[in-house]
């Protein structure tokens, strides 16, 4: 689910029936604020995403850099993804030579390598999405780590799975 709308109406309705389950879901839970606005449904709840802040050197750098700049918490995905959306295509076009040509980005972006806050992005299988790793690759160094957590007392920790 990518609209925080949908995900608590989901769980609402399944709490409604009394359905005893864990709960699998992807992104929405890595949005500010989202696990306060929603304890009593969000405790226990399982989910991942293959853009987050890993909390590596480069994440834990841009944490710190968006805390001080903006004075709120980024997240887990949403601000880190954009800011390596952003400077990877400022990359890939200044390496086309600031080409107006969509197809010389294109063929640029095959050829970048960009590490960033949120892993690194090797695009050179072919494919128009980064590798994940371990799913699309068995290397960590050219794939972006898919990130599990459980949410447990009000917080997103670390599944290790």
């Known amino acids: 689910m990518y609209l925080e709308a949908s995900l608590p109406a989901v769980l609402e309705k399944l709490q409604g029936a009394r359905v005893k389950s864990r709960f699998y879901c992807v992104w929405v839970p890595g949005i500010p604020g989202f696990i306060e606005r929603y304890p ?78 949120t892993g690194s992005f090797h695009f050179e299988n072919g494919r128009r999405k980064a590798l994940c790793y371990p799913f699309d690759t068995d290397d960590p160094t050219i794939g972006q780590p898919c990130l599990t957590f459980v949410i447990a007392t009000g917080r997103s920790k670390p599944l290790d799975i």
């Open 40 to 117: 009593e449904l969000t405790e226990g709840l399982i989910w991942t995403t293959l853009v987050g802040n890993s909390g590596n050197y480069f994440g834990t750098r841009f944490r710190r850099a968006f805390e001080a700049e903006y004075g709120s918490d980024p997240g887990i995905g949403s601000a880190a993804i954009h800011s390596d959306m952003i400077a990877l295509l400022k990359r890939a076009w200044s390496q086309a030579h600031h080409s107006t040509h969509a197809d010389d980005l294109v063929a640029t972006l095959q050829e970048v390598q960009f590490q960033g806050v």
